[in-house]
């Protein structure tokens, strides 16, 4: 029995630091995914701050309310204090609220633009939400491609079943990356929680945040506005690499979605060109 209990307990510790940096769901996680950008870490930090503020607030309430049903019951209490006003009293509980709210607005407001957007940016991303895929570009190096979700008979072993994409979004480590967002159809949200983007991409809009990833890895992602029939199935995947890696990627990238973006564009030419003579005027 302890020989079992050992083994036990040293699968749970070999696996425990997966779980602990799992960048997507895991079986009976709880909390948040692992902070891997600096406003993930802040957005937990704000979590952890309000927990412990609403669980005093939630104590303090209960506590009065059975002070106030064992030593106020008509039983112990029969003739009621007929008492309407007290002005301290009142003064008391307007005053504190407005500090707890004053304690919390001060640092949700610092997040709030903390989020918005970076002043040096090393990369800009623009993302456009589409029906039911993600498309991405990077304007700087004229490279832009659509991400599909790999379909689960299409799954290899290992992979995650609707969170993997054909083409995933790489990106530098430790850089500080622009991410602009629009729609092509209807309202989309791009969300990624372990580096704590949830932002909605619109149509006819342009929106603006950024991320810095601190770690070199794959980060999932979902699209998180309903926005038809399948929502559920236009998965993000985000790869952090180091700067060398990106850059050969980048190289690679230009190639490889060239010839794509060259048929896209020309596709109405091509098309033309083999039509029969009916179909052109
Ligand atoms: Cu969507």
Not at 73 to 100: C, D, M, Y
Not at 117 to 138: D, M, P, R, V
Request: glycine content about 4%; overall charge positive.
């Amino acid at each position: 029995m302890p020989r079992f209990r050992s083994w036990f307990v040293a699968i749970f510790l070999s696996m425990y630091p997966l779980l602990a940096m799992a960048a997507y769901p895991v079986q009976w996680g709880k909390g948040f995914q692992t902070a891997a950008s600096p406003t993930a870490e802040k957005i937990h930090e704000l979590h952890h701050l309000l927990l412990i503020i609403i669980t005093a607030i939630a104590v303090l309430v209960f506590l009065l309310l059975l002070y106030v049903v064992f030593r106020f019951n008509a039983r112990r209490h029969p003739v009621p204090s007929k008492t309407t006003h007290n002005t301290p009293l009142e003064i008391v509980w307007t005053l504190i609220p407005t500090l707890i709210i004053g304690v919390i607005a001060f640092p949700s407001l610092n997040l709030l633009y903390f989020m918005d957007k970076t002043k040096e940016a090393e990369l800009t991303l623009k993302i456009t939400g589409h029906q039911w895929y993600w498309s991405y570009e990077y304007p700087d190096d004229k490279v832009s491609f659509d991400s599909y979700m790999i379909a689960d008979k299409d799954l290899k072993p290992g992979m995650k079943r609707l969170l993997e994409v054909d083409n995933q979004v790489i990106v530098p480590v430790g850089a500080n990356i622009r991410l602009l967002m629009t729609a092509a159809d209807v309202i989309h949200s791009f969300a990624v929680p372990a580096l704590g983007i949830k932002q909605d991409s619109i149509p006819g809009r342009l929106r603006e945040t950024w991320m810095r990833i601190n770690k070199e890895g794959i980060y999932h992602g979902q699209c998180s506005e309903i926005c038809g029939v399948n929502h559920a199935f236009m998965p993000i995947v985000i790869k952090a690499v180091s700067k060398e890696e990106y850059k050969i990627w980048l190289e690679q990238a230009k190639q490889k979605f060239a010839r794509a973006n060259f048929m896209l564009q020309h596709s109405f030419v091509i098309l033309a060109k083999y039509m029969p003579e009916r179909f052109q005027e």
